[in-house]
């Protein structure tokens, strides 16, 4: 039987089909679901984060990556829901107000999908109500703002005080994107910054408490 | 050397051979958003006065951008703020109404080498080249009677690629079928060399070709600098051969931070490099003394620091990075990205003001 680290392998090199085969065999060898998904997958794309953030590997690589392991999740997903586990995360993610530019948070919405949080998507030009709204509604533990342009850094403002003004005891907020810098972010209030999509994992981790 | 001795071409091409000239030479772009601003403040016209002010050196002539289905643009939806285009690049995107910005790239029709193959590839290769060249032998002709440096302008294949076929499935498939990458590349790049030929047959000989293509963002480069290497530089190589070739200078437009492959770029034969993002971690500072002698820089004044209209901090941008690139006599003005709505007309016209003063030899 393969182990769990030539999956975690198999994902961060992007092998699609060798992921496939080896979560296959996982399962048929009695390895849950579940540790299927943290011992294997989230491994493998923590690796691939750190791989990221070190300029070791690009934007390519760890698309090819976050593809093998959603493909690995479509096997797993519903074992999962019919034992009822469910991602101990979830995250909300979105692009600020006046801003559709979404690359970035696509590519951290993959990686935090790689590190099995549920992550909710609000999409694009989101405003502040809508993110407190999904705060509430999915029992959020991270929010994360994105803002490509330096005319939506207000706006990324205005919602971390929406948020923070909403007292909800057990949120987050990081923030991100081109014009975004760790001076902004603690201008504004936010609890954390991600630099890039390979850090975003280990910030979320932090601010939950979790050792990255 | 008085700035009335030497016109704006003659400058130019001065400083991209890093002989002796009289100023930096410059050049901006601005949002519309900041024009408008800029009308409500006090500007009595549109950008062409704000460059006239600033002093541009530049004149655009063209801008060869292929595209399978020109003049396409079909409203499929739209709601008080945005509405959502299918192009003529044969994608769907969701577009502010009235204001600029990144549109939210929501499908793209070539999504396979099947697609690309049997519709964008014929569609591409038969489309009309999209250039008036009377309109461009027009411009050359103002901007010669002006002393203007005049350039062909236009889009390179990595742009290219992420237009037509989506940032996704092109950096997937650059590692997947690499193939498929290398032919929209050079069709790309065919097509553009060939639009830009027909400008030349119109009779004009343009001083340069500056050429645009956003391949970084604020981390590093999209993809590795050895996979750009191998399936975009070779179009590069060839775009600025071709410049060369016919007595132009080449100028090579990215946003992001490209300090991997500054050297890449000095090999294609790149004379220029533009515009230097600040953001993205780029610093003239530190790239003038490694790399100035080989690779002429235009750009990186900070726009993040103009939009605090502290012209103060303004001053010291300009003061340490004019330093740093006259040192090599191979830089040129331009803010580090497009100067943005944040930015007043006073703090720009004490911008103009800075250049003037930090920027003379």
């Known amino acids: 039987m393969p182990l769990l680290t030539d999956l975690s392998a198999a994902v961060a090199a992007g092998k699609r089909n060798d992921t496939i085969r080896l ?63 469910k991602p101990k995360y979830t995250v909300v993610i979105g692009t600020v107000q006046g801003d559709l530019h979404d690359i970035g948070k696509n590519l951290v919405s993959m990686m935090w ?20 709204a999904a705060a509430r509604e999915h029992n959020a533990n991270v929010v994360g703002l994105s803002a490509l342009l330096t005319t939506t850094m207000p706006a990324m403002k205005e919602t971390v005080r929406l948020l923070k003004s909403a007292n909800l005891p057990n949120v987050k907020i990081m923030v991100g994107g081109a014009p975004i810098t760790q001076a902004f972010a603690d201008e504004i209030g936010a609890d954390g910054y991600s630099a890039d999509a390979g850090s975003a994992v280990s910030v979320a981790l932090k601010l939950v408490g979790e050792a990255a | ?69 020109p003049g396409r643009r ?20 969701r577009f502010w109404k009235g204001r600029s910005g990144t549109p939210e790239h929501i499908g793209f029709g070539c999504d396979s080498r099947e697609a690309w193959e049997k519709i964008y590839r014929p569609a591409l290769l038969a489309a009309p080249n999209p250039i008036n060249t009377q309109l461009a032998a027009l411009r050359y002709r103002e901007g010669r009677q002006l002393g203007k440096w005049t350039y062909l ?81 070779p179009a590069h190589r060839r775009m600025a051969d071709w410049a060369h070739r016919h007595g132009m200078k080449f100028i090579y437009h990215t946003d992001g931070r490209v300090s991997g492959v500054l050297d890449l770029y000095i090999e294609a034969g790149f004379d220029c490099l533009q515009p230097i993002e ?16 080989r690779l002429a820089m235009f750009g990186n004044i900070d726009v993040m620091k103009m939009a605090t209209n502290d012209v103060a901090l303004i001053e010291e941008e300009i003061r340490t990075k004019f330093a740093a690139g006259m040192a090599t006599r191979g830089y040129a003005y331009h803010s580090d990205h497009s100067v ?22």
């Open chain 1, 113 to 132: 999908k790689g590190a099995n949080f549920a992550v909710v998507d609000l999409g694009t030009n989101v405003t502040a109500d809508r993110y407190l």
């Open chain 2, 1 to 69: 050397m008085t700035t009335a001795a030497m016109t704006g071409c003659e400058r130019v091409n001065r400083m991209l051979a890093r002989q002796d000239h009289d100023r930096v030479p410059r050049h901006d772009t601005y949002w519309p958003e900041t024009i408008a601003r800029w009308q409500r403040e006090g500007l009595q016209w549109d950008q062409t006065d704000a460059l006239r002010l600033l002093g541009s050196d530049f004149q655009v002539l063209c801008w060869a951008w292929p595209a399978p289905f």
């Open chain 2, 74 to 93: 079909e409203v499929l939806a739209q709601d008080a703020e945005t509405e959502t285009v299918r192009d003529a690049w044969g994608g769907i995107g």
């Open chain 1, 23 to 85: 979560t296959q065999e996982l399962l048929a060898g009695g390895t849950s679901p579940q540790d299927v998904v943290e011992q294997g997958l989230v491994p493998g794309m923590a690796l691939v984060g750190e791989q990221f953030r070190r300029n070791e590997i690009f934007v390519p690589e760890m698309l090819v990556a976050a593809r093998a392991m959603k493909e690995a999740l479509k096997l797993l997903e519903p074992l999962l829901a019919k034992a009822g586990i």
């Open chain 2, 340 to 361: 943005p709505p944040q930015v007043s007309w006073a703090t720009y016209q004490a911008i103009v003001g800075l250049v003037q003063r930090y920027g003379t030899y």
């Open chain 2, 153 to 233: 302008s236009g889009v390179e294949a990595f742009e290219g690629l992420r237009r037509l076929i989506g940032d996704e499935t092109c950096l997937v498939a650059m590692i997947e079928d690499p193939d498929w990458i290398r032919d929209i590349v050079q069709v790309h790049t065919d097509l553009v060399l060939r639009y830009l030929d027909e400008v030349l047959a119109a009779g004009v000989q343009p001083a340069g070709m500056w050429i645009y293509g956003d391949m970084a963002y604020n981390h590093s480069t999209m993809c590795s600098p050895a996979m750009y290497r191998e399936l975009v530089w």
């Open chain 2, 278 to 293: 600040a953001k993205a971690g780029m610093d003239i500072r530190t790239f003038a003394p490694t790399h100035g002698d």
